[in-house]
């Protein structure tokens, strides 16, 4: 009897979470037919969605499993390239190709959108798998510097003279599809959301968090520490590839500078805002983050105010707000946003039935 | 490539390596007290570049660049102040993440008061006077650059083998919570490492930019994260390491963009990185605690 009613808690929960799906499809799918209208906020939201992913993804690494990785802008990269090369029209090609021409055996590979990202995660995932060998063996600061390093060697190649007939050098790449309509952003964001909390809540899942607590412990308990790093990294990786992927669709063209450590920063950035080891917090954070540098956007123009102009007011002034905003985090409030904590169905109802206690255990006392 | 062609690059990629060196031991030095690997070191060398830039046109040169080398002082012991002294009991991710923040944030803060563009380094009268060895001509501040930099390290090990802060540095590094029991004050000889570090690299930033003749908000990042790599190459936590690492990397460097691969020439850093990492984590002159500091 006990247990039929647990589950019908959790069905409950999960509908409350496919109707907020539902209804986050129906406002998407309005501002796609009014797409001339509300451009600004689709962009917004479809990059949001895309730096959600890749913040999640940092997450499982940095956050759940404890591996300071700043590698995410080179998977990334490798996941950019890679689907953008499989999906940019044959058509455009030879446009796209003008100055070096393109590989013969890339000439005519053109897969479909969702194959294309799926290849681009694998590729990714392939290359963390060889550099997590060497690298997890490391202890937490060089791991970060390691990992920050093969990123940009991954740029240097992808830039190179020698790789022009696949990534086209340092020109990069251009024509490629975008997204169809915001919902399918939508769509691709959720698979890989919906699919990283599975394994963070899975046994694996588990796994990662008690190497981050407790490496010593976690192994006497007889978890393989280096097996579930590489696990963890190669995860990890896979994601952040598909959300360069996504990355490359939402900017339609690429090159490598897109890929520079600057961008490892803006990720981080979401990460640290939304709470480290937070799945909530990391969504929460790249829409905070993305939709806030947009909003923020008239601080980088000159203000006038009755005649005179502000001189506080020029490009620039909202990444700093940005910058100091997250030493703010850092040093006051280092758990971020959520701290760890979930927002959840779960936790909004044991935090309303704590509020009503509370209110009746003072209503008792008066 | 001819025997002068040669001489020429060598002589470039020494004096870089001497620029790198500088840096490289201000990271050597934080990294063997705190532990930290001091993300926003190559930014304080970005922000000693503006210092003399602005300095160096309201006053004489003598006066400028005391006043940039004053300046970057400040400024080091500043940042460690706010941003890594509240973090002393914190994980080590934390402190990590507030220097990347604190680098984040001077080249933010560089972009917004100095714009993206690169500003034009001030020419200090005679460093760029044209030199003439044989079939050779280089300016005086490549040749300078190396004597300088020996000088400083020779300087700097006497300060830290011979004098008493140098003594309660080696302490503090070899065991933190032993040192503070003997009294020796934690905290003023962090500030007092982070002071040489940044003295150092304000040094480092004249003799480079310089040679360079710009600066931009982020002309410090890529140098930082080389002489990093160069510190671990030498060994962390060792001065002459340091030394012989920044030499290493600067002349690699140079020799690898004078053959024409100057695309790899960064990749080219961080593939030492992973193989000295791999091969021999301590560096070249890891064991040697002496020097550790």
Request: aromatic share 10%; net charge positive.
């Amino acid at each position: 009897m006990n247990k039929l009613k647990f589950k019908d808690k959790i069905n409950v929960d999960l509908l409350i979470y496919l109707a907020i799906v539902v209804v986050s499809v129906i406002i998407l799918a309005f501002l796609d037919m009014n797409k001339f209208e509300y451009n600004y906020a689709i962009s917004i939201i479809e990059k949001s969605l895309v730096y959600a992913v890749v913040a999640l993804s940092m997450n499982i690494v940095t956050g759940f499993t404890g591996l300071f990785s700043l590698g995410q802008a080179g998977f990334m990269a490798l996941g950019a390239y890679t689907t953008a090369i499989l999906t940019i029209p044959v058509a455009s090609r030879p446009n796209v190709y003008y100055m070096n021409g393109i590989l013969p055996a890339l000439e005519n590979a053109v897969v479909p959108i969702p194959v294309a990202l799926i290849l681009g995660g694998l590729v990714a995932a392939l290359f963390a798998a060889l550099i997590g060998i060497p690298v997890l063996k490391l202890k937490s600061d060089y791991l970060a510097i390691a990992t920050l390093g093969f990123s940009e060697i991954i740029r240097a190649v992808i830039a190179s003279p020698m790789m022009d007939k696949i990534t086209n050098g340092s020109y990069g790449l251009k024509s490629i599809p975008g997204f169809k309509s915001s919902v399918e952003c939508f769509a691709f964001s959720l698979i890989c959301i919906v699919l990283m909390v599975l394994i963070i809540n899975s046994s694996t899942g588990r796994d990662f968090k008690a190497i981050r607590e407790d490496e010593i412990a976690a192994r006497s308990v007889g978890i393989n520490i280096f097996k579930t790093k590489e696990l963890s990294f190669v995860v990890s990786s896979f994601f952040t590839g598909v959300g360069g992927g996504l990355l490359a669709m939402f900017m339609r063209s690429i090159d490598s500078k897109t890929f520079q450590i600057t961008l490892t920063y803006d990720i981080l950035l979401i990460v640290v805002l939304g709470g480290i080891g937070s799945i909530t917090g990391s969504i929460v954070g790249a829409f905070f983050v993305t939709a806030g540098k947009e909003i923020l956007r008239f601080f980088d123009e000159p203000l006038v105010v009755a005649g005179t102009e502000i001189p506080l007011f020029k490009p620039g002034f909202r990444m700093v707000i940005f910058s100091i905003l997250l030493m703010v985090v850092v040093l006051f409030f280092r758990k971020g946003l959520l701290g760890g904590k979930e927002l959840s169905i779960k936790g909004m109802k044991k935090y309303s039935r704590k509020k009503e206690e509370q209110n009746i255990d003072e209503g008792g006392a008066v | 490539m001819n025997i002068n062609q040669l001489l020429q690059h060598a002589l470039t990629g020494i004096s870089v390596g001497g620029c790198y060196a500088l840096i490289a031991i201000g990271y050597t030095l934080v990294y063997g007290i705190l532990r930290l690997i001091n993300f926003a070191h190559g930014d304080i060398f970005m922000v000693a570049g503006y210092f003399m830039i602005f300095s160096f046109a309201v006053m004489p040169f003598p006066v400028a660049i005391v006043v940039t080398l004053v300046g970057t002082t400040v400024l080091g012991i500043l940042i460690e102040k706010f941003a890594y002294s509240p973090l002393r009991q914190a994980p080590r991710m934390s402190v990590m993440i507030s220097a990347i923040g604190v680098s984040y944030l001077l080249q933010n803060l560089a972009t917004y008061l100095f714009t993206a563009l690169p500003k034009a380094y001030p020419a200090i009268p005679g460093l760029k006077q044209v030199i003439k060895i044989g079939d050779i001509s280089t300016s005086l501040v490549t040749i300078l650059t190396p004597i300088i930099t020996i000088l400083l390290v020779v300087l700097l090990l006497w300060l830290v083998n011979r004098t008493k802060i140098g003594m309660a540095m080696r302490a503090v590094s070899r065991d933190y919570e032993a040192a503070s029991l003997m009294g020796i004050k934690l905290n003023q000889v962090i500030s007092f490492t982070f002071a040489i570090g940044s003295l150092l690299a304000a040094v480092g930033s004249i003799l480079y930019f310089t040679d360079r003749m710009t600066v931009f908000p982020f002309s410090g990042s890529l140098p930082g994260l080389k002489c990093f790599v160069a510190a671990v190459f030498g060994g962390i936590g060792s001065i002459p390491g340091a030394l012989v690492g920044g030499f290493f990397i600067g002349i690699c460097e140079t020799v690898i963009k004078a053959i024409g691969l100057s695309t790899f020439s960064d990749a080219f850093t961080f593939i030492v990185l992973i193989v000295m990492l791999l091969i021999r984590p301590t560096g070249l002159f890891g064991e040697k605690n002496i020097d550790k500091v």
